[in-house]
């Protein structure tokens, strides 16, 4: 039992005509009449009375008849839901990204995605850059947003640029400083300085690292929390200043004054990541999107930067 001759019955069963049928499937009375002595055949009994005035369903041919409209419309929603998913519209869409850098780009992504497939079911998942590094490995996520991944570990990994940020001082609210609007990084040199962790994101680690240094100053590390929250608490309560994007001030910041870093303009990136082979076409297409909405996202953290 094909879908061919099970369309052709169908067809008859329906209209009851062989020639209506041949109509109705653009194709010929004999061919209709091949596909359903077939059937009979194969199955072994008459689904037919023929007489010269009209055609009658056997008991055998109306249950066939139930049978057959219900597999035709399993085998048409499988091909429509092959389509869509070939298509990216149909699938799971799994995505680990970095919260103090995608408080305001995922939801605006995730949002004209759904609005576009909304068929495709999609989890989020925060997630520093180590953890998905890991969820990649173990194939856990088809896409993560965080700051640009290290370049020992990119293997089998592509990325794209987001927006671009920059660094600023976070301090408690009744620092000395606190009511500047731009300070010298070397003012810091005296103070106990709060890092985001290293392992969590060793490219912002290092940068940071770096700058200090070629401002004629080793920072004097006094914690490295593995949450951006965490960091922002910390200098709320007073147990040091950190240097930081300065897209965490969407954070809860209550306590914390962020001040411009004078004379840096040091680029802090948000990427996208994929693989580099393998994507599924669902998460081919919200790669795409992403990398469509850059210019927008750019603009969008722009009002919420000191780039205002």
């Known amino acids: ?168 001082v976070v301090v408690p609210q009744e620092h000395a400083m606190a009511e500047q609007g731009e300070i010298k990084l070397s003012d810091l040199q005296e103070e106990n300085i709060i890092l985001f962790h290293r392992e969590e994101a060793v490219g912002l680690f290092d940068t940071i690292i770096h700058l200090c240094q070629a401002n004629g100053f080793s920072p004097n590390l006094s914690a490295q929390p593995k949450h951006m929250q965490t960091l922002l608490t910390m200098v709320a309560s007073g147990l040091g200043v950190a240097i930081a994007p300065y897209c965490v001030a969407k954070l809860y910041t209550k306590g914390c004054c962020f001040i411009r870093i004078e004379r840096d303009d040091t680029d802090i990136w948000t990427h996208i990541h994929y693989q580099e082979k393998g994507l599924t076409p669902t998460a081919n297409a919200f790669v795409e999107l992403a990398k469509a909405s850059a210019d927008v996202i750019q603009e969008q953290m722009k009002v919420l930067s000191f780039d205002a």
């Open 1 to 168: 039992m094909d879908v061919k001759s099970l369309k052709s019955f169908v067809a008859v069963a329906t209209l009851k005509s062989f020639s209506a049928a041949a109509r109705e499937l653009h194709t010929v009375q004999p061919a209709i009449s091949r596909h359903i002595a077939a059937l009979e055949e194969e199955l072994g009994t008459s689904l037919f009375i023929r007489n010269t005035r009209d055609v009658q369903i056997t008991a055998a041919g109306l249950q066939l008849l139930s049978d057959g409209k219900a597999l035709l419309k399993q085998f048409d929603d499988a091909k429509s839901r092959t389509q869509k998913a070939a298509k990216g519209e149909l699938g799971h869409l799994r995505i680990g990204y970095l919260p103090s850098a995608c408080l305001t780009l995922i939801p605006y992504l995730v949002k004209r995605f759904h609005a576009e497939f909304p068929h495709v079911d999609i989890s989020l998942y925060e997630m520093t850059v180590a953890e998905q590094l890991i969820a990649f490995k173990n194939d856990d996520i088809d896409v993560g947003v965080s700051r640009p991944l290290p370049a020992d570990n990119m293997a089998g990994l592509n990325s794209a640029s987001l927006y671009r940020d920059h660094l600023c």
